[in-house]
């Protein structure tokens, strides 16, 4: 059954057989409800997931490198004529005979798959009976952890599409539809299962995108905890998740920054803890969520180095102190402190590793995130006792003119 669903048979056939365009949606709902023969049901499961993720791939260019999860082993068809069935319908169809065969996922940031099983039309109708049963299956506690992932696959591509495809058409039981998901789906993040972490971040990047969903998490707001427990240095080895999954937390909390509210639950979520400042022989209160950033900020050079996605990690990670600063004096003030040196030190001694093609420029995330923080006056003061303009200067033929020029005229004024 695996194999005919993957190389199109089932879909050709009853696309021809049947008069109803939405026949196949649900029959694929019918196999996602399945409890028979659970390790059958979950071949066949993961076999649909893959297929609804297929169908609805946004191609974006991928900013994470590939991560390989091989499908769960299935049984192979036994049956001469079933295989003589197959052969013949994947060349009839210009297919190679290889593709017919099961064959590991590809899990990307942009969960890009091959379109070679994209068989499902989406329109309105197979929207409201084909993902509420994906949630349904997802809210199973004895759901296969791969088979999770490849169900929140699913829902990440069927989010991107939904919010930028033009054939899509956006409706509010859409939004409806994917906010049931969320309470289901957040707690994934605090899985050991690195892919299933990540894509559950990339699901709630996602709903961040629209505003009604963005309401609903504000609701349920644990899941801002879980994603900087995941930035958390440990205390024994390994100190970090991987860094895909760190990518995509940073960027979740990166984008819920954007929003004021979000802005005021990140920095009070983990509370407030005392601190000696030396330079100024005083105790103030910092977050404990803007110290857990600013710790792996600091934690750069001896674990992340040589890691050739090192800048755009970093440039996530100073583009979230820098969100978390905007229209926040006590942020503003309290990033500052932590952050201008080490900061400073990426402005004056970075470069680009020469194996490095990211695209990213951590010099300029830290430009940015330096001029919002000059906003604050005390944070002008420390920049000048660092000789920021003899720092900035060595950076003013690189193309950010404008950035430094907006940096010394706010130190200029203190």
Known sequence: LERLLSTGYIHHSLKNNCDTADVYSQFIVSLLRRTQNADECTSIKFAVCRQIADSLV??????????????????RLRS??????????????????????PSPVVMEDNVTYSARSAFIDWNEASIKAVIPALIEMIKSESLDEKLKVIAVVGLVNFTRKQWQAKEM????????IIGDALKYVSPFILSKHEDLARHTCSF????????????????????????????TINQYPP???????????????SSLAMDTAFRTIISDCLGYEQ???????????????IRILVDVLKDD??????????DRFFAQLIGALKNLSLHHNVNRKTIG????????????????????????????AALRCICVLTFHRQNCQILKKLNIDQIIDKRSEEGFLDLIKNIGYMCSNV
């Not at 995108?209 to 995941?230: A, W, Y």
């Not at 050079?301 to 090192?310: L, S």
């Open 169 to 176: 058409v956006h409706t509010v039981i859409h939004e409806i």
């Open 301 to 310: 050079k001896r674990t992340f180095f040589k890691h050739r996605y090192r």
């Open 239 to 253: 100190y970090y998740r991987s860094i895909e999954t760190l990518l995509q937390a940073t960027s979740l909390i």
């Open 275 to 289: 601190q000696l400042d030396p330079s100024h022989d005083e105790i103030f209160e910092q977050s404990v969520a």
């Open 204 to 231: 709630l990047i996602s709903c961040c995108q629209r505003e009604p969903l963005k309401q609903e998490l504000q609701k349920n707001s644990n899941f801002v905890k879980d994603t900087l427990s995941i930035l």
């Open 80 to 101: 001469p004529t079933s295989r003589r069935i197959l052969r013949k319908f994947s060349n009839s169809h210009g297919s190679d005979r290889r593709t017919s065969s």
């Open 58 to 75: 946004v191609c974006v260019e991928s900013p994470i490198p590939i991560r390989k999860t091989t499908a769960p082993q299935s049984e």
């Open 337 to 364: 402190r932590l952050s201008i040196p080490m900061l400073l030190l990426i402005i004056a001694t970075d470069e680009k590793l020469k194996e490095n093609t990211d695209p990213y420029n951590l010099v300029e």
